[in-house]
């Protein structure tokens, strides 16, 4: 028998276009040569222009889910989505701290690409407290950064390096801020550290509004943390790879597009017999 690929956890919601969450997770962790490992969170109604309904999974079973795959199989990295409920995170959270060894990249959930509200506000407060502090990398876009550190009565313009320097005071690692919802001619994705600005890399602004590309980019970076690269190099890698899933990307319904995950087996199409 061959050996195992490295396993990822993922925690998330499902999603039924298969554009984001869960089965975006599952198809990137496949195409980045990972074995994908699944704890559902939650239960979503949607299509590709939003989000109609969401049913979080109870904690138990999300607990249960997790732990007997933890002490079945070699777990090399956790990526974390959607979350579902303050009591998913608490449950989540304990995970984590029982496997301190094992990455975290968190992709903190807060809205739809419409705009639907996927976490409340006791819900950010709880990933604030017990999630984000144990997360290795965490992968905001600069609406969520804002959101994840803005103080009361203070103005939305924060500075986004304040922003990674707030998120990496509650303990966090490293912070990786992508430049996606910015109103400039090419996107700006910058890696934070402890002593600041780690890298910063700079890609062409591609036409279009893309479903799932969020969760594109941190399962991807999960899946070089679970090949045992560094981060710097984890990040550069996921990024290329989301970028030539956006080139690739698709409309299959009325609203936005869908990253194509397996963009590179289109380029040498299989040849049915002659």
């Not at 061959?2 to 975006?24: I, K």
């Not at 430049?179 to 036409?207: E, F, M, S």
Request: net charge negative.
């Amino acid at each position: 028998m061959s050996s195992s690929p490295p396993m990822v956890l993922v925690f998330a919601a499902s999603d039924p276009t298969g554009g984001a969450g869960m089965q975006a997770d599952i198809l990137t962790l496949a195409g980045m040569g990972c074995h994908p490992l699944t704890a559902v969170t939650a239960i979503t109604v949607q299509d590709t222009a939003g989000v109609d309904g969401v049913s979080a999974i109870d904690a138990e079973w999300v607990a249960d889910q997790a732990r007997m795959l933890l002490e079945d199989m070699p777990v090399e990295a956790f990526k974390i989505g959607m979350l579902g409920s303050v009591e998913n995170i608490a449950v989540i959270a304990e995970i984590l701290s029982d496997y301190p060894d094992i990455p975290v990249v968190l992709d903190p959930v807060l809205a739809s690409g419409r705009g639907d509200d996927l976490s409340s506000e006791d819900m950010i407060a709880a990933m604030k407290e017990m999630i984000i502090p144990q997360a290795t990398l965490i992968t905001p876009n600069s609406i969520e950064a804002r959101l994840l550190t803005m103080i009361e009565g203070e103005e939305d313009d924060i500075p986004l390096e304040e922003c990674a320097n707030r998120l990496i005071q509650m303990g966090c690692e490293s912070v990786l801020i992508t430049g996606t919802h910015d109103n400039t001619p090419r996107v700006y994705n910058v890696l934070y550290g402890v002593d600041g600005v780690v890298q910063t890399d700079a890609w062409d602004r591609l036409p279009g509004s893309y479903h799932g590309s969020g969760c594109t980019l941190a399962s991807a970076i999960a899946a070089g943390l679970a090949y045992g690269n560094e981060l710097k190099r984890a990040v550069r890698d996921g990024q290329e790879y989301t970028y030539e899933t956006l080139k690739a990307a698709f409309r299959p319904g009325m609203g936005q597009y869908i990253p194509d995950r397996f963009f590179w087996a289109q380029e040498t199409p299989v040849q049915g017999n002659a």
